[in-house]
């Protein structure tokens, strides 16, 4: 397999964990610049929601990959792999290192594989059909389609996820290719970069659950609903629809919820979110730090940058 000569590091894990703040210790300790790994910090007026980091974390430390897109942009984790390459190639070529921020595992699985390009495909007309097919006739019907072009996708795909059965199809409509076919070819495709990933997360998880609810009442002081009115009605991309907060706050502006009520939905949800996360990273070969020892007492951000030093040096000596 063919060696890159791009290196990087990357900070992942769930949210409120303390990723920007490690991240930026490790940049002012390596000479780093960082790049947001976050898929809802592309977008401009999305910032309280989104815990994009302060103005001042910004002047600190280079940050990249944040508010490059309006709300109603479509953008997938094959746009993000292009670009992010892009900006890590530009950083090695000034003589730094690129550090990956971020809790949007699939944005970080498509620049370390390079295995996402089918998500740039697109025709939403036919994907407005079949919609319109399991809609009028039902799923079996758009699944039985599928069993008929991609039989290997269709047995690994429950025909009730209409999303993921429609995303097949139009795969497969507008390239000429099936799903299995575009994702074996893209497994055996050189890697796009190395990275070393350091996953922040919590012995106790009911102290992450309490730090996410504690988050949420300081969006709320500062500013989350005014954030989030300036939004609404605006057109905004399907991604964007989904942040956490967001979606919640529109609904009190539709009378279809109090302020009280949207504040516990945005807590369980993000609660919900960071147990995703962490299932998700924790069966990915990250290394794991704990912000928890295990007497229950926070460990610091610099305590941090010391166990993983190691690492970090092996891996830049490599």
């Not at 000479?31 to 910090?41: T, W």
């Not at 103005?55 to 984790?77: K, N």
């Not at 595992?105 to 998500?119: I, K």
Request: glycine fraction near 8%.
């Amino acid at each position: 397999m063919e060696q890159t000569n791009i290196r990087a590091l990357a900070v992942t894990g769930p949210t409120a964990v303390g990723k920007t703040a490690f991240a930026i210790a490790l940049a002012k300790a390596y000479n780093g610049e960082i790049i947001s790994c976050d898929s809802m910090q592309i977008y401009r007026g999305m910032d309280i929601g989104t815990a994009k980091a302060t103005a001042e974390e910004q002047a600190a430390v280079p940050h990249h990959m944040i508010d490059i897109c309006d709300p109603s942009a479509l953008y997938s984790a094959a746009d993000y792999a292009k670009d992010a390459l892009a900006v890590a190639r530009d950083i090695v070529s000034r003589g730094k290192l690129p550090i990956f921020c971020g809790g949007t595992g699939l944005y970080l699985e498509a620049v370390r594989t390079g295995r996402h390009e089918t998500d740039a495909v697109s025709d939403e007309a036919y994907r407005a059909e079949l919609l319109r097919i399991a809609e009028e006739k039902g799923n079996g019907v758009l699944h039985e389609m599928l069993t008929k072009v991609d039989a290997q996708a269709a047995e690994t795909i429950h025909q009730n996820n209409v999303k993921r059965v429609i995303r097949a199809l139009e795969v497969y409509h507008v390239t000429g290719k099936t799903k299995t076919q575009l994702d074996k070819e893209s497994e055996s495709l050189p890697p796009q970069i190395e990275l070393s990933t350091f996953c922040l997360c919590f012995h106790d998880r009911e102290a992450l659950y309490r730090r996410i609810d504690g988050r949420v009442d300081a969006m709320m002081k500062e500013g989350l609903i005014e954030e989030v009115r300036a939004l609404y009605g605006k057109p905004l991309s399907g991604t964007a629809l989904q942040a956490i907060g967001y979606k919640e706050l529109f609904a009190v502006f539709d009378g279809k919820d109090s302020y009280e009520g949207a504040t516990e939905k945005i807590k369980q949800a993000s609660r919900r979110y960071a147990k995703r996360q962490l299932t998700w990273f924790l069966a990915k070969p990250h290394l794991p730090l704990y912000r928890d020892g295990e007497d229950g007492t926070l460990i610091s951000t610099e305590a941090l940058l010391g166990q993983a030093a190691p690492t970090v040096a092996a891996f830049l000596e490599k």
